[in-house]
Nanobody
Framework: QVQLVESGGGLVQPGGSLRLSCVASGSIFRYNAMGWYRQAPGKQRELVATISSGGYTNHVDSVKGRFTISRDNAKNTVYLQMNSLKPEDTAVYYC??????WGRGTQVTVSS
């Protein structure tokens, strides 16, 4: 059974940084593509970034240059480094293991 546990969320001021982590268990992590998604209040869940099993990354335009997805296969962990945070980045951030396994999410709030 695949389990994904996110951590690292919190309250940060605009311009600040956070690093989210997602630890996976129950599968051979290194074979799976991973992704980070987010859902703001009243909005649909949206893609933030993905990383393939081979380490190829994709980031949506709204976070390019600010967020970086990475993975450590030895630790079964995927990360999302978030810099220059903006109030519009406020959301619950979810980790996904493809094809369709999800964590419970971690809240990120950007506010002064």
């Amino acid at each position: 059974q695949v389990q994904l546990v996110e951590s690292g969320g919190g309250l940060v001021q605009p311009g600040g940084s956070l690093r989210l982590s997602c630890v996976a268990s129950g599968s051979i992590f290194r074979y799976n593509a991973m992704g980070w998604y987010r859902q703001a209040p009243g909005k649909q869940r949206e893609l933030v970034a993905t990383i393939s099993s081979g380490g190829y990354t994709n980031h949506v335009d709204s976070v390019k240059g600010r967020f970086t997805i990475s993975r450590d296969n030895a630790k079964n962990t995927v990360y999302l480094q978030m810099n220059s945070l903006k109030p519009e980045d406020t959301a619950v951030y979810y980790c996904k293991q493809f094809p369709d396994y999800w964590g419970r999410g971690t809240q990120v709030t950007v506010s002064s």
